[in-house]
T-cell receptor, first 112, second 114 residues
């Protein structure tokens, strides 16, 4: 079975600084996708960024980028120029055959 | 496109009662998923549909849980004889077919068992 581990329950960063959230996963599948979702307090889960396992190039979406290390089964999220609106729970997720498998989440606090 | 909508947003009920939640997916999405999220945890997969067919159920889905998607559009999740441990946020998501397709989530239904 696939597992996703986020080892940082909480992280904080100063506004405008850069922060990196860690994620590792375990799978025996060769074709899969990895996602980072953001869940603000009492609001819906929003897709932040996704990465296909076959692509070596790291995905980038504006201030969000990933460091995908396939051999190490690592998929970290870097948020540059942190903004107050980035404060949320961030979930790393793995998708193989059908379903999403989520990590435990990292609560990100932005300090003004 | 109004996104995935779930109803109700909150449900408070006494232990032993039955509850039913509804999810309306994005209209062109043929896949619909149910997840359960407890406080401070990531969502856990419960079940999913492709059109009206229920293709996978998690072992988390006990006999007290049943889900339907009768016409391949909206879905309902029913919990019979609710227990304290059923208290959670129940999330619905929808997507197009294909593992590269992202799942779009609704706001969830928060269930509280008294």
């Amino acid at each position: 079975a696939q597992t996703v581990t986020q080892s940082q329950p909480e992280m904080s960063v100063q506004e405008a600084e850069t922060v990196t959230l860690s994620c590792t996963y375990d799978t025996s599948e060769s074709d899969y996708y990895l996602f980072w979702y953001k869940q603000p307090p009492s609001r819906q889960m929003i897709l932040v960024i996704r990465q296909e396992a076959y692509k070596q190039q790291n995905a980038t979406e504006n201030r969000f980028s990933v460091n995908f290390q396939k051999a190490a089964k690592s998929f970290s999220l870097k948020i540059s120029d942190s903004q107050l609106g980035d404060a949320a729970m961030y979930f790393c997720a793995y998708r193989g055959a059908q379903k999403l498998v989520f990590g435990q989440g990292t609560r990100l606090t932005i300090n003004p | 496109d109004t996104g995935v909508s779930q109803d109700p947003r909150h449900k408070i009920t006494k232990r032993g009662q039955n509850v039913t939640f509804r999810c309306d997916p994005i209209s062109e999405h043929n896949r619909l998923y149910w997840y359960r999220q407890t406080l401070g945890q990531g969502p856990e997969f419960l079940t999913y549909f492709q059109n009206e067919a229920q293709l996978e159920k998690s072992r988390l889905l006990s006999d007290r849980f049943s889900a339907e998607r009768p016409k391949g559009s909206f879905s309902t999740l029913e919990i019979q004889r609710t227990e304290q441990g059923d208290s959670a946020m129940y999330l619905c998501a929808s997507s197009l077919a294909g593992i590269h397709q992202p799942q779009h989530f609704g706001d969830g239904t928060r269930l509280s068992i008294l």
